[in-house]
C-alpha cells in the first residue's frame, strides 16, 4: 500500500531536549512539507522541500530543523530552542502530476 | 499573498439535516482550491477540489462545493448529514503559478448530533 507514514504518534519529551519525528513517504513524490496543528488554528507550514537536498523554511521556521537526504525521508527536527513545541505535528507529500497534498497521520508532541 | 477564512469555528446540526461550511479566500492571483476532511487524531483527506471548469464540483461522502469567483467563496455543502461527518474541515488554496504551497484555513468542526 502507497502512502505516507509517521512515528511514533504518541511522543513525550522533557523540556531543553531535541526530538526528531519521522515522515516516510512511498508515493515516489518530490514535495514533502510540515505543518504544525494548534487548536483553532488551523496548518502552519514549518518547512518544505521539492527535491532531495533542498528544503525552504514556511512561515514558522524558528525552533526547528530538516533534511531531505533521501527521496522518502523528510525527518523534523523540533530543538529545545523551540519555545512552545506541544502540537499535533503532520507530514505531507505532493507528486508532481497531482494538484493536491496527501498526509500521513500524525505525531502528536507533549514537551513537559 | 493568499489568506483562507472559515468564519464558523463551530457548526452543530442535526442527523440527516443539510449543512454549508464557508470558505472565503483572498489571492493576487488564480488559486487551487481544496477542502479537506479530518478524523480526531488523524491526518487529513481530501474531500474535492476546484482546478477549473464547472463551478459545481462533488466529492467524496456525498459533500460537494461551489466556486465563486466574484465572492471569492468555495463553500462546501451536504444535503443530509450522518453522525459519521462528524469531523474538522479545512479550506485550502494553492497558487496556480507556485501549485507546491498550500494556505489553510483555520478549520470548521462540524458536530452532527442524534
Known amino acids: 500500500d502507497g502512502g505516507i507514514t509517521q512515528s511514533p504518534k504518541y511522543l513525550f519529551r522533557k523540556e531543553g531536549q531535541n526530538v526528531t519525528l519521522s515522515c516516510e513517504q512511498n508515493?515516489?513524490?518530490?514535495?514533502m512539507y510540515w505543518y504544525r496543528q494548534d487548536p483553532g488554528q488551523g496548518l502552519r507550514l514549518i518547512y518544505y522541500?521539492?527535491?532531495?537536498?533542498?528544503?525552504q523554511k514556511g512561515d514558522i521556521a524558528e525552533g526547528y530543523s530538516v533534511s531531505r537526504e533521501k527521496k522518502e525521508s523528510f525527518p523534523l527536527t523540533v530543538t529545545s530552542a523551540q519555545k512552545n513545541p506541544t502540537a499535533f505535528y503532520l507530514c505531507a507529500s505532493k507528486g508532481d502530476g497531482s494538484y493536491e497534498q496527501y498526509f500521513g497521520p500524525g505525531t502528536r508532541l507533549t514537551v513537559t | 499573498a493568499q489568506s483562507v477564512t472559515q468564519l464558523d469555528s463551530q457548526v452543530p446540526v442535526f442527523e440527516e439535516a443539510p449543512v454549508e461550511l464557508r470558505c472565503n479566500y483572498s489571492s493576487s492571483v488564480s488559486v487551487y482550491l481544496f477542502w479537506y476532511v479530518q478524523y480526531p487524531n488523524q491526518g487529513l483527506q481530501l474531500l474535492l477540489k476546484?482546478?477549473?471548469?464547472?463551478?459545481l464540483v462533488k466529492g467524496i461522502n456525498g459533500f460537494e462545493a461551489e466556486f465563486n469567483k466574484s465572492q471569492t467563496s468555495f463553500h462546501l455543502r451536504k444535503p443530509s448529514v450522518h453522525i459519521s461527518d462528524t469531523a474538522e474541515y479545512f479550506c485550502?488554496?494553492?497558487?496556480?503559478?507556485?501549485?507546491?504551497?498550500?494556505?489553510f484555513g483555520s478549520g470548521t468542526k462540524l458536530n452532527v448530533k442524534p
Open positions: 522541500s521539492q527535491i532531495v537536498n533542498d528544503f
Open positions: 508515493l515516489n513524490h518530490d514535495a
Open positions: 485550502a488554496v494553492s497558487p496556480i503559478r507556485n501549485f507546491n504551497k498550500f494556505y
Open positions: 476546484y482546478l477549473s471548469g464547472s463551478t
